[in-house]
């Protein structure tokens, strides 16, 4: 079972620049040792079961809270069972179907 989580974590109430906060919700993505990806603007997180994923969402979100009055979540999951390394799988299709109609 694939379960595949994008997520943004907002610390609100501190001032417009969240940079410095937001990598500290990254860096307990990264120390987690899920396949995880940083974009400008959600990180996405893969693992087999929805609760070792959610778990890491929580201390990120946790980890901006220790710093942040209040905090904002975004979620996406994608679970699907039969399927492994969603995280670059369906960017990989995507990136199949582009190369086809370019060829």
């Not at 940083?38 to 220790?66: K, L, N, P, Y």
């Not at 975004?74 to 670059?88: L, M, Y």
């Amino acid at each position: 079972m694939s379960v595949l989580v994008a997520f943004s974590v907002t610390p609100l109430g501190i001032g417009e620049g969240v940079g410095e906060i937001v990598a500290e919700a990254v860096r307990v993505v990264r120390a987690s040792g899920l396949p995880n990806k940083t974009g400008s603007m959600f990180t996405e997180i893969e693992g087999e079961t929805w609760d070792e994923v959610m778990a890491v969402v929580q201390r990120a979100v946790e980890a901006v809270a220790a710093r942040a009055p209040r905090v904002s979540t975004v979620i996406k999951v994608d679970q699907r069972a039969g399927t492994h390394d969603a995280i670059t799988r369906k960017v990989a299709s995507v990136e199949r179907y582009l190369s086809e109609r370019e060829a």
